[in-house]
């Protein structure tokens, strides 16, 4: 999240707190041997490969070394993969470490691209609010075109395998892209990634591997079950969505995408707690030593109350305990005093 135009990581629920904290804990400090590369995951991959090779060129400058060590998060593997097998690779990475990295992609992207749909639970729900919002201040009339034209991460999760299946039918499509755009919506960014070519500079790099992948069972959508989305069209272009059949994976990248590294399970972290529930065995990893305890300061959201108020307004937010979030009317300023919430200012546009 951007806030007053520096990037923050995850000021909202907090994913990467825990782990930041373990980290530290192990003897790393914050801008010194501890860098945070907060980013605009809506745009393309490859353009914020580009930032990180700066952003770890800035790194190397400050611990005056060659090699830095990435743990990388969901698409932030995708990210870090980008650049090691791209042409501008500085060889200065020496460990990477995969948090939940959907290598092959991810089946529920295909609802997000193809339809502005598939947003479920509390977290998604979140997201679509403020996908809804931020697609009304940036022009698009619907939710699908802002998606199309703005968020180019979510086409390059697309898969880069067979995972979708006509209603009737017992086998998947044949993932071919000479049929395109009949069969499968394209993703040239993860064919590329995951050709033999660029596979092979990933394992010629020298760069140690580490891959942790989340396992809460048979709960991830792997193939999505279409019928024809013509009366839709644009929308549902490839196949509307009637049902996701599921498969092993930690309820939002299967198994069979995470695993492209030989894997390291954690039993009962989704995808969203992996960074926090593998933090033992990432700092282990990294240092050799085995944390005396876990960091489990941060809480899991339970619930979502959603309020939509005509503009312009300033609010604030009072807690039961008389603690303040939001502006502070009389002396003109933001107030962040509860504890794990997060008000993004009123300087913004959106609030």
């Not at 460990?95 to 992609?105: A, C, V």
């Not at 064919?191 to 809460?216: A, H, M, P, R, Y």
């Not at 282990?284 to 960091?295: C, H, S």
Request: with cysteine; hydrophobic share 35%.
């Amino acid at each position: 999240w951007s806030v007053d135009g520096v990037w923050q990581l995850d000021p909202i629920l907090n994913t990467y707190d825990n782990l930041w904290e373990a980290l530290k804990s192990a003897g790393y400090k914050e801008n010194e041997t501890l860098f945070a590369f907060p980013y605009q995951w809506r745009f393309s991959n490859v353009y914020t490969a580009e930032l990180l090779k700066e952003k770890i060129k800035s790194v190397k400058e400050i611990c005056n070394c060659n090699k830095v060590d990435l743990v990388a998060h969901s698409i932030g593997g995708l990210v870090a993969r980008q650049y090691i097998e791209g042409d501008d690779y500085d060889d200065d990475v020496d460990q990477l470490i995969f948090l939940g990295t959907p290598h092959k992609g991810s089946p529920e992207s295909y609802l997000m691209w193809e339809g502005a749909s598939g947003f479920v639970g509390i977290k998604q729900w979140i997201m679509k609010q403020y996908f809804t919002q931020e697609a009304h201040l940036l022009g698009y009339g619907r939710l699908f075109d802002y998606i199309q034209n703005y968020i180019k991460s979510i086409q390059q999760l697309l898969p880069s395998y067979a995972y979708l299946k006509d209603v009737g039918q017992t086998h998947l499509r044949i993932y071919d892209w000479i049929n395109y755009p009949n069969n499968y919506p394209y993703n040239d960014f993860l064919n590329n990634l995951n050709s033999e070519e660029n596979l092979n500079k990933l394992t010629d790099s020298g760069v140690e591997i580490f891959n942790i992948i989340g396992d809460t069972g048979n709960n991830t959508t792997g193939v999505i079950e279409v019928s024809s989305g013509e009366i839709y069209w644009p929308i549902w272009q490839h196949g509307y969505a009637k049902e996701m059949i599921k498969l092993g994976g930690d309820n939002t990248v299967p198994e069979l995408s995470s695993s492209l590294f030989t894997p390291t399970k954690i039993a009962g972290a989704d995808h969203i707690s992996l960074p926090s529930k593998a933090q033992t065995e990432v700092v282990k990893y990294l240092t050799g030593d085995v944390p005396e305890q876990e960091i489990t300061k941060t809480p899991e959201p339970k619930n979502a109350l959603g309020v939509s108020v005509y503009s312009p307004v300033d609010f604030t937010i009072i807690s039961p305990s008389g603690k303040k979030l939001g502006k502070d009317i009389v002396n003109n300023r933001n107030i962040n005093d509860i504890e794990y919430s997060f008000y993004s200012g009123f300087e913004n546009e959106a609030e």
